[in-house]
């Protein structure tokens, strides 16, 4: 299994700031096969980015994906309060298929 | 638009079984890969397993702590995706959630259906 660890933890930022979010693998990911989701309480996980920096559809350009080989990067520039959300990374492997990272608690003051 | 909504969930006991449904719309059922993930209360994604599309054998694969108890299966006559729980376990308590999409990631997610395995 391929490791994707995220950092931080937990960000507490304001609204207007910039969210630098890390994901790191333990073995090289191709940029294809590398995924952002944002999962608020009680919901179910959206998918963002995919393929390590194109945005879903309907995905505001506020959100935007960046990285290659271990180190991968979502930024969300200009922070809103709807922000507030949990985000995964997920790698596509060979076995298991999808693995995801532990996830980065984001809130906004 | 595309929807996924899954039913099925519910409480019971280890060593029971269960299954869960999962209807589709708005996107083409046929095409997709689809995926069941799960999250234990508090807790972050775990993949559960998958079954390509027809084109692709139906071929399934599943996560190594569910192998061998868990089953999925499709329905494309009803745009419909199944698991079977057998011999639940304590710590198979999540809410189940059915997705589809790519190879590569998960574009579409139901709400998700909770299942609690406790005595």
């Known amino acids: 299994d391929i490791v994707l660890t995220q950092s931080p933890g937990t960000l507490s930022l304001s609204p207007g700031e910039r969210a630098t979010l890390s994901c790191r693998a333990a073995?090289?990911?191709?940029?294809?096969?590398l995924a952002w989701y944002q999962q608020k309480p009680g919901q179910a996980p959206r998918l963002l980015i995919y393929g390590a920096s194109s945005r879903a559809t309907g995905i505001p350009d506020r959100f935007s994906g960046s990285g290659s080989g271990t180190d991968f990067t979502l930024t969300i520039s200009r922070l809103e309060p709807e922000d507030s959300a949990v985000y995964f990374c997920q790698q596509y492997g060979n076995s298991p298929p999808y693995t995801f990272g532990q996830g980065t608690k984001l809130e906004i003051k | 638009e595309a929807q996924l909504v899954e039913s099925g969930g519910g409480l019971v006991k280890p060593g029971g079984s269960l299954r869960l449904a999962c209807a589709a719309s708005g996107f083409s059922f046929t095409n997709a890969w689809m995926s069941w993930v799960r999250q234990a209360p508090g807790k972050g994604l775990e993949w559960v397993g998958r079954?390509?599309?027809?084109?692709?054998?139906?071929?399934?694969d599943y996560a190594a702590p569910v192998k061998g108890r868990f089953t999925i299966s499709r329905d494309d006559s009803i745009n419909t995706l199944y698991l079977q729980i057998n011999s639940l376990r304590t710590e198979d308590t999540a809410v189940y959630y059915c997705?589809?999409?790519?190879?590569?990631?998960?574009?579409?997610w139901g709400q998700g259906t909770l299942v609690t395995v406790s005595s």
């Open positions: 997705t589809a999409g790519s190879a590569y990631h998960l574009k579409y």
């Open positions: 079954i390509k599309d027809k084109a692709d054998s139906a071929t399934t």
């Open positions: 073995q090289s990911v191709s940029s294809s096969y």
